[in-house]
C-alpha cells in the first residue's frame, strides 16, 4: 500500500525520506537521533489492553478486522518471501551482514515517543498559542490511545506471530513486544498520528506521509510486521483518526461567539484579546468546568492589589528577554493574532486547523 515492493528502491527511498524528514527534525533539535534516545524494549504482554476504557471509539471490539493470511496461503508466503527480499538488499556488499539501518534504529524508539516528538516540532514551527497548542496534543494522544486500544483488541483475537517468529532466516533488527502482531502498533500509532497532525497542519501533510512510510517500511526490514500488518494497521489507524477528528468538531472550538471585554477600571483595555471564547469551548471529560473555577483575584486597587503591584513592577524590570521566543514572531515569541475586533463575533479558534 505504501511500501515499494523493489526491495533496492525501497532502500533508497527510506533513505530520502530520513534525510528528508527525519534528519530535518535532527538537524532542528526538535527530535534525538536514532542513537540518542534508548531503544523500547519488549515488555510483558499485555493481554487485556484491548478491554481498556476507549475515550472516543465504542469500545476496544468496535472495529472487528478480518482474519490475516495462515498456513500455507499463498498469501503468507508472498509476505515471507517479501521479507526476506528486503532483508537481502540490505547486507552490505562489503562484509554481507545484516543489520538494523538508521530508519530502524529511529523508529525503535517507539511509535508514540516519535509521533509526539513530530507534534512538538509542528507546534514550535507554527508558534501555536498554549490553548492551540494543548488541544493538538490532546487529539494526538486520544486518537492514538483509541487506536491501540482497537489494535490491541484484534490482535488477542489472532495471535498471529511475527514475520521472524515463523522463518528462521528472517532476522529481527528492532525490539518486537511479546503481543502478536496483526495489526502493527507502529502502523496504527503512524496513521492515526499523521491523519490528526495532517489536518491541523495541512501544509506538512507531504512530509507526515513520508514519515509514515519510513516507519512502515521499517518494521518490515526489521522482519516484525507482515505487509498485511501493516496495510491493515494503517487502514485502522486512520479510521480511528476520522472518529476523532469528527467529535473534535462538534466541541465548539470552531464556532462563533460574541465577545464584548467589561469595561472599567482595572479591566482588560487592549484590542488583542488571545482566544478570548475559549472557556466557552466544550470539555471532553469534564462535566463542569465551572467547578474547577478559581476565586477572583484581588480586587482593582484594594490594599492587597496595590501589595502586589511593586512585585509585578520588579519582575518586569529583571527578567530576562524569552529566550525561547521567534526572531519573527516579536519579543514574546507570541503568534500573530488573527481574530476579529472587539465587539465583534469572535471564533474559539481562528480557525479549525489552526488548532
Not at 517500511?217 to 510486521?225: C, L, P
Not at 485502522?236 to 477600571?265: C, K, N, Q, W
Amino acid at each position: 500500500m505504501f511500501i515499494n515492493r523493489n526491495p533496492v528502491h525501497s532502500r533508497r527511498r527510506t533513505r530520502a525520506v530520513v534525510a528528508k524528514a527525519a534528519i530535518a527534525l535532527l538537524g532542528a533539535g526538535l527530535i534525538a537521533g536514532p542513537n540518542a534516545t534508548p531503544r523500547l524494549l519488549a515488555a510483558a504482554p499485555e493481554t487485556n489492553g484491548g478491554n481498556w476504557k476507549t475515550i472516543v471509539v465504542e469500545s476496544g471490539a468496535a472495529y472487528p478486522l478480518p482474519e490475516p493470511p495462515r498456513g500455507n496461503s499463498p498469501q503468507l508466503k508472498a509476505e515471507l518471501k517479501e521479507i526476506v527480499a528486503l532483508q537481502k538488499a540490505m547486507k552490505s556488499r562489503k562484509s554481507r551482514i545484516l543489520q538494523a539501518d538508521d530508519s530502524i534504529r529511529f523508529w525503535d524508539a517507539g511509535a508514540v515517543t516519535r509521533w509526539n516528538e513530530v507534534a512538538r516540532s509542528l507546534v514550535s514551527k507554527y508558534r501555536k498559542l498554549p490553548p492551540l497548542a494543548s488541544r493538538a496534543y490532546a487529539l494526538l494522544s486520544v486518537a492514538q490511545y483509541d487506536a491501540l486500544v482497537v489494535a490491541w483488541n484484534n490482535k488477542y483475537r489472532f495471535n498471529r506471530p511475527a514475520p521472524f517468529q515463523l522463518k528462521p532466516t528472517i532476522k529481527r533488527l528492532a525490539e518486537a513486544p511479546s503481543d502478536p502482531s496483526y495489526p502493527s502498533e507502529h502502523a496504527v500509532v503512524a496513521a492515526a498520528s499523521a491523519t490528526v497532525l495532517a489536518d491541523l497542519f495541512p501544509e506538512e501533510g507531504g512530509a507526515l506521509q513520508s514519515l509514515v512510510q519510513d516507519e512502515d517500511a521499517s518494521r518490515m526490514r526489521a522482519g516484525v510486521s507482515f505487509r498485511s500488518d501493516i496495510t491493515t494497521g494503517d487502514e485502522l489507524g486512520r479510521a480511528i483518526a476520522v472518529r476523532v477528528l469528527e467529535r473534535a468538531r462538534s466541541d465548539g472550538a470552531d464556532a462563533l461567539f460574541d465577545f464584548t471585554p467589561p469595561s472599567g477600571d482595572g479591566y482588560f483595555t487592549g484590542s488583542d484579546p488571545v482566544l478570548p471564547s475559549w472557556g466557552r469551548v466544550r470539555p471532553w471529560l469534564v462535566q463542569d468546568i465551572t467547578t474547577l473555577r478559581p476565586g477572583p483575584p484581588p480586587a482593582y486597587n484594594s490594599a492587597e492589589f496595590r501589595a502586589a503591584l511593586p512585585k509585578c513592577a520588579s519582575f518586569a524590570t529583571t527578567a530576562r528577554p524569552n529566550s525561547f521566543a521567534s526572531p519573527s514572531s516579536g519579543p514574546t515569541g507570541r503568534e500573530p493574532p488573527r481574530r476579529p475586533a472587539t465587539g465583534t463575533k469572535s471564533p474559539a479558534t481562528s480557525s479549525r486547523r489552526a488548532t
